[in-house]
């Protein structure tokens, strides 16, 4: 394997060491890498091949945790912008990449040079990703702004399975990140202030982006063409991406390896017919060399103008040194260029390692040049005419790319299509050989004759609106969700995808590919947890909100209300955070859904489970409400033809055995699911001496009528109105006698929730408190006559083992 693949052993060890490094995040010394080079040197001369790989092994995995330690380091948190956390200032410094321009506002990093509190002024450091929440500026790369800003550094909620979005900002070197409301509140004080040769590039991008505004009113044309054009996807329609998402042909709006080669391929063939026309030309020069050679810039170009993204430079990479090879007329393995174009970009950034675009594009690459051919050859003796092969070939490859990504994109979006293998039968042809074409010529068209380019991309739109119409046609297909795939899914599959590529015995890739399999079948196959007849509530920290996860004795699952954002953020919060808790669970279906009312902070989250979860039943109170989000959440659970139940005052249900669901308020009258907090269902689950009190938003009139109506004791508090002081009063404490109370809160939100009066009527009844803003997501497991509660572990214990052992390690080692 090392003579054949010189690159599998440096590629494998340093992706491992940065995975280490991000796992781990301990302090690690670049001395380290350099005392291994010099062993390596020494190693040289006694030519003893297993001792040369083991040290080359570990010299290159120090070097990815060597790296990348410096960014993870904890050492180094709040010592610039980042120490101003919570705090509105006045800020100033450099813009550092391409402004992303959003739908309604725009996105940039600003290198923080100033900072001004009050009268004081001082210099600061750290970068910030700033999001200008309306409105857009003519900011570039290398300007000088001030704006006023309140910095942030995001935090973890504490939730199962979720997004690291802080360590995630840090591997890009952002440290926190500030919302402006308006552009017009941003100053450019110096423009250029930095000189940077990327300024002239994205002045070219940016002026070409608003040319392609100005010729293409209908938004989901004009973000389509924009993201195939220019590499901007952010413009592209929420409905338009999820579309394009559900048909499994999101992949075509991303500028990856099929643009690069197929902008290049286009090149060549009009570069070689003009020289053609050129006789005294085609005399002096190898014109089919020279054409080759000529692509190298092109395609720089192109990968600085689209935005660099990873997938861009893989597919740059690759294929230059694939032109490199026939320009020297060389054969090159396909395989080897893939290795090396990811072994250029870690060590460029081991940080991009942790990049989905770049994973997904890895990977599917890799499972296209091993699974394709295996693919086709069972069928391959029946293919005789050239348009059969072509057929076959392109649906092995489709079907390869989304077998090679299938754990990754299921571990990431718990979804996964197969209409894909099929739909760029369609899409392909009309987006990637016709729209990228087309757009990508009307780029420097705009500058010389833009009459015509503006002619080219009104056909360019007519052909992104059929493939629109065809993509929102066949998205309405049912994908593969509800399905968690996790890390041992993602290993498993590079491993097999590693056993087809490297191992060249035909009986061993055998023997060892079957078990890989097996392996897989088996991890899924594999029972879970015996039912141990215990319920179990789990109150989920969704930030400023309210959802508690309910699995009772007999494996049935309950979810009481959903979170949400406050405020529209063009974020779906079930997306983010609520559906990947749930996955992170191991929660296959919701047999019952419950809305205590519909304030965004409680149904936020629910429109997205009901699209990705089977749902059984769907309780809320009599009427209906306004909004987008719970129309989505009706037409969700319509559509997979889930009972309603409208509950009342006085309802008593039997969820499942020894458990009982009694409706102690809910609205009256006609005008019910109203915006009042006091119209939250109130909700008492009992199990044999055990219950716990749901409160919803609740407030003191509802608590002075459960008095007046004789309620009695309860073992557990989910106290009303996430600790409000116009909730949770002394007399209700005093009747109800809580053992514990649990407050959802988001941590350092802006209505100082919970209040201090509240908190302090808790503690003198002698509960015991527990905050998800300060622990994070609380569980608590009772059989109905004893229980026990506590914060939920969400950290894997083998890593959090190894993290213990490697930082008192390291700490022996200074």
Request: net charge neutral.
């Amino acid at each position: 394997m090392i003579p054949e693949r010189p690159l599998v052993i440096p590629l494998a060890f340093l992706a491992a060491g940065s995975l280490a490094e991000y796992l781990l995040a301990i302090p690690f010394s670049r001395l380290i890498p350099v005392v291994l080079l010099v062993l390596l040197v020494f190693a040289l001369p006694f030519r003893k091949q297993v001792l040369f790989s083991c040290l080359l092994a570990l010299f290159w995995m120090s070097w990815g945790m060597a790296a990348l330690a410096p960014r993870l380091d904890i050492r180094n948190v709040r010592t610039g912008i980042s120490g101003y956390e919570g705090k509105q200032l006045l800020v100033e410094g450099i813009v550092v990449r391409r402004p992303a321009i959003l739908p309604e506002g725009e996105r940039l990093v600003l290198q923080v040079e100033r900072v001004f509190a009050g009268s004081a002024e001082s210099l600061s450091s750290g970068s910030l990703l700033l999001t200008i929440a309306k409105g857009h500026g003519s900011w570039l790369t290398g300007d000088r702004i001030r704006c006023p800003v309140k910095v942030r550094v995001p935090q973890l909620l504490g939730l199962p399975g979720e997004f690291d979005y802080g360590r995630y900002l840090t591997l890009r070197g952002i440290e926190a990140t500030g919302w402006i409301p308006d552009a017009e509140s941003v100053v450019l004080m110096r423009g250029a202030a930095r000189a940077s040769w990327q300024r002239s590039i994205d002045s070219l991008a940016m002026r070409s982006q608003e040319f392609i505004r100005q010729c293409l009113p209908d938004s989901a044309q004009r973000g389509v063409v924009l993201a195939l054009a220019t590499g901007n996807q952010q413009e592209v329609p929420p409905d338009v991406a999820a579309a394009y998402t559900r048909a499994g042909v999101t992949h075509i709006l991303s500028v990856s390896g099929f643009h690069v080669g197929v902008v290049t391929a286009v090149w060549v063939i009009m570069l070689r017919w003009l020289m053609l026309r050129w006789e005294w030309l085609a005399l002096q020069l190898d014109l089919r060399r020279a054409a080759l050679l000529s692509t190298l810039p092109v395609m720089l170009l192109y990968l600085v103008f689209t935005g660099g993204a990873p997938a861009t430079a893989r597919s740059v990479f690759m294929v230059a040194a694939v032109v490199l090879a026939a320009w020297s007329e060389r054969e090159i393995d396909l395989l080897d260029a893939l290795l090396l174009a990811a072994f250029v970009l870690l060590l460029q950034d081991p940080a991009v390692l942790f990049n989905l675009s770049f994973q997904l594009s890895f990977l599917s690459l890799w499972g296209l040049l091993v699974l394709t051919p295996l693919l086709i050859k069972p069928v391959e003796h029946l293919l005789k005419q050239e348009w059969q092969r072509m057929t076959v070939l392109f649906f092995a490859a489709s079907l390869a790319a989304v077998l090679a990504t299938m754990a990754p994109v299921l571990a990431s979006f718990h979804q996964v299509s197969f209409t894909g293998i099929a739909a760029n039968l369609v899409v392909v042809p009309l987006l990637g050989y016709g729209a990228t074409v087309l757009a990508t010529m009307a780029v420097p068209l705009s500058f010389f004759m833009p009459s015509f380019a503006a002619l080219v991309l009104m056909f360019t739109g007519w052909l992104v609106q059929l493939s629109n119409t065809f993509v929102q046609w066949i998205a309405r297909v049912p994908v593969l969700h509800s399905f968690s795939a996790g890390s041992t899914d993602v290993v498993i599959t590079i491993a097999l995808l590693a056993v087809l590529g490297f191992v060249h015995g035909r009986r061993t890739r055998m023997y060892a590919g079957s078990l890989l399999l097996v392996a897989l079948v088996l991890v899924h196959l594999w029972p879970g947890p015996a039912l141990d007849g215990k319920l179990r509530m789990t109150f989920l920290s969704v930030g400023q909100g309210d959802a508690t996860l309910i699995q009772l004795p007999d494996g049935r699952t309950m979810l009481v209300d959903g979170g949400g954002y406050l405020r529209d953020t063009g974020r779906d919060f079930g997306e983010r955070y609520l559906v990947p808790a749930l996955h992170g669970l191991s929660v296959k279906q919701i047999d019952i859904m419950v809305l205590s009312h519909p304030h965004p902070d409680h149904l936020g989250g629910l429109p997205a489970v009901a699209e990705q979860f089977k749902v059984g039943e769907y309780w809320q109170a009599k009427g209906s409400a306004q909004g987008a989000d719970y129309q989505r959440l009706i037409n969700a659970l319509a559509h997979q033809k889930t009972t309603t139940r409208i509950l009342q005052q006085g309802d008593r249900l039997q969820v499942g055995e020894g458990v009982l669901v009694s409706v102690l308020s809910s609205p009256q009258g006609e005008q019910s699911l109203k915006t009042d907090n006091d119209d939250s269902l109130v909700l008492q689950l009992q199990q044999a001496g055990f219950s716990a009190l749901m409160m919803g938003d609740a407030g003191f009139p509802v608590e002075e009528m459960l008095l007046s109506q004789g309620i009695g004791p309860a073992t557990v508090l989910k106290v009303g109105h996430h600790g409000s002081k116009t909730a949770t009063g002394e007399s209700f404490l005093r009747r109800i006698k809580p053992n514990v109370a649990v407050v959802s809160v988001g941590a350092g939100n802006s209505f100082g929730l919970p209040a201090d009066e509240t908190l302090d009527k808790i503690r003198h009844q002698g509960a015991v408190l527990y905050r998800t803003d300060q622990q994070g997501t609380i569980q608590l497991l009772s059989d109905g006559h004893t229980y026990t509660v506590g914060p939920l572990v969400t950290e894997n214990g083998l890593v959090r083992a190894i993290r213990r052992f490697a930082l008192t390690a390291s700490n022996q080692l200074r």
